[in-house]
């Protein structure tokens, strides 16, 4: 019905690219590194999270030159890109092989199923990428050289 505010689903893959604007949040406004040492690329992608052009920041980010960053965005540059097409990539397919798919009247019979895999394969995913970039650009080493970390 035209004009009617319709229900959101809430998926999986809402959560997984939560994660991912909180990590870009906090390479892009580190504290550890003064507003001179952000290049223009960088100043983008805080204005648009900023502004909550969550697209446009994701866009910045896959466009972003790290040669012209600052030593944390160079680290975590080739992380977040890859995290990111995590996120579009389960979102299209939770577009295009459950809602899409889902019958008529559907609840939670249908979908329910369906939100456990993609949860489960959006973990996998992520971890996959983690562990991609483990002893190069993240590490034990590399993250407690620039936060330090308790571990209890």
């Known amino acids: 019905m035209a004009g009617t505010k319709q229900d959101y689903l809430h998926s999986p893959i809402d959560d997984l690219e939560s994660c991912f604007w909180v990590a870009l949040w906090s390479v892009v406004f580190n504290k550890g590194h003064s507003e001179q040492l952000f290049s223009e690329d960088e100043r983008r992608i805080r204005d648009n999270l900023a502004r909550a052009a969550k697209d446009n920041a994701g866009a910045c980010l ?5 040669g012209h960053s600052n030593d944390i965005m160079k680290r975590f540059h080739p992380v977040l890109v890859a995290w990111w097409k995590v996120v579009r990539d389960e979102g ?45 650009e993240i590490s034990w080493e590399n993250w407690t050289a620039s936060v330090p970390v308790t571990l209890h």
């Open 62 to 66: 896959v466009r972003l030159r790290p």
């Open 92 to 136: 299209a397919r939770w577009d295009a092989e459950v809602l899409t798919m889902a019958p008529e009247g559907a609840g939670a019979e249908y979908y329910l199923p369906h939100f456990h895999i993609s949860a489960l394969q959006g973990v996998v995913d992520v971890l996959e990428v983690m562990l991609r970039y483990w002893n190069g």
